[in-house]
């Protein structure tokens, strides 16, 4: 492995990650901005909490679009105009004059997001190979997963530090310099790589449509429904119409695949042996993840009185625990890694309960900051160890619809964590039952999903029968017959002509 290679290498992930980073960490950002938001900018409660919605919403319904984009005009060129859009979009949020300009902003925000985020993974997959690709997606992982509990750290620190008096405006201005130091490195690294014209396929307009739809339904009485009072039944309503929509939507892209049109999202990678239950760990995990923080957040601000940027801090452990067991993983062997992903789910489940037991009466640094960090590690054994298999089994050729599955999956289960766990933790709350009545019942929760999610980790790492590959284009992956010596190169095997 030559040194040039080395250093495209690593200047490609810096590209890749940091752009995951600023839209993983924008949700928290703005989350823990919201105190300073609504005491500056006047509006309704409704345009108050689109604010904070408006960029999960568009980035849920735009983000499988974004995906097939990026296989349509080249995953680096889309990525690098979300990049920019992402940035400007943050200047406007920054900059706005009142709440509805702030709305429209982040509904920016989230629109640039979905052209961006799902590049990450589908290039990661395309342009590195064996062990390279192993520690990329490990990398790749701790970002995504530790994203939001960053964001809070650093909301609450720009909003404490209050910068030129401008206090919420530098939780989205932050982005504006990151962003212009990032695109020409990012169009300089992107168009280093060898190219080739991006596949010139359709795109399914009613494909797009149906989805948006279902996404919608599916997403907006649960991001907006407790926050504006919304009846209780909305909730268990909308997931059904929108399991129904989406639902709806595969029967109609498995049609239009078999009548030889180019479907929005290729269904036809689930079929490759444990991607389904593969995706449903993940997602289970991810999820379980999203409530945790969320309920922890809320017992360590409004139970514990610990300001936002202390809270952010008290989670630092996990996200040293996630770290260090993310960059063991692939330098594990291989009967170790097919392990992880069935382990992980039960010890983090164990913390889950530990954490809730030990916290009843307050916080015991030391215990709950090695539970964290046991946590982080189990979090990370869960989550990347899949990733990295989905990767390695479905075709480069498939890239794009991964990522998009990967994305909204994961986006998906964040959404019904909090809901779910999240929302029993507030009923019990408001119910003023004692501490540990309040954090028993989403904890036990929480590790009986876990528990599920090993299950599907084990059906996945253990298809029952591998059968033939799925109908499709000819997989070009050929990382599993390379030669020993060069299994950490960089090579570009559905290249996109970035320049």
Known sequence: MTESTTDRRAALLVVLLTGQAMASMDTSIAAVAAPAIRADVAGPPAVQQLVLAGYTLTFAVLVV????????????RVFLLGLAGFSLASMACGLAPGPVALVLARVGQGAAAALMVPQVLSLIQSCFTGAARARAIGAYSMVLALGVAAGQVAGGLLVTLDLGGLTWRTAFLVNVPVGALLLPLGRRVLAALPGAPPRREGLD?????????AMLILVLPLVLGRDLGWPGWTMPAAVAAGAVGLRLFLGYEGRRVRRGADPLLDV?????????????????VMGCYAGFLFVLTLRLQDGLRFTALAAGLAFLPY?????????????????????LPVVGPVVLAAVVVGLA?????????????????????????????????????????SAAALSALVSTGTLLAAVLGVTAIGGLHLALTAAAHPPLVVALPP???????????????????????????PPGPVDRDMSSAA???????LTVRRPDAFA
């Open 483 to 489: 030669p020993a010596g060069r299994r950490d190169d």
């Open 268 to 284: 036809a990678v689930l079929r490759h042996p444990g991607v389904p239950a593969g995706l449903l760990a993940c997602c289970v």
């Open 319 to 339: 996200a040293s625990g996630f770290a260090l067991c993310g960059l063991t993983v692939p330098r594990l062997p291989d009967r170790v890694r097919g392990v």
């Open 65 to 76: 679009t974004g995906a097939r984009l990026g296989a349509r005009h080249g995953y680096g």
């Open 357 to 397: 037991w030990v916290s009843r009466a307050g916080w015991p640094w030391l215990l709950g900051s090695a539970l964290l960090l046991a946590g982080g590690a189990a979090h990370a054994a869960s989550f990347s160890p899949l990733v990295s298999r989905l990767a390695g089994v479905v075709p480069v050729t």
């Open 205 to 213: 307009l009613p494909g797009v449509l149906l989805l948006s739809a």
């Open 443 to 469: 904890a036990a929760l929480t590790a009986a999903l876990l528990l599920l999610g090993a299950l599907a980790a084990h059906r996945a790492t253990h298809p029952a029968r591998p059968g033939p590959p």
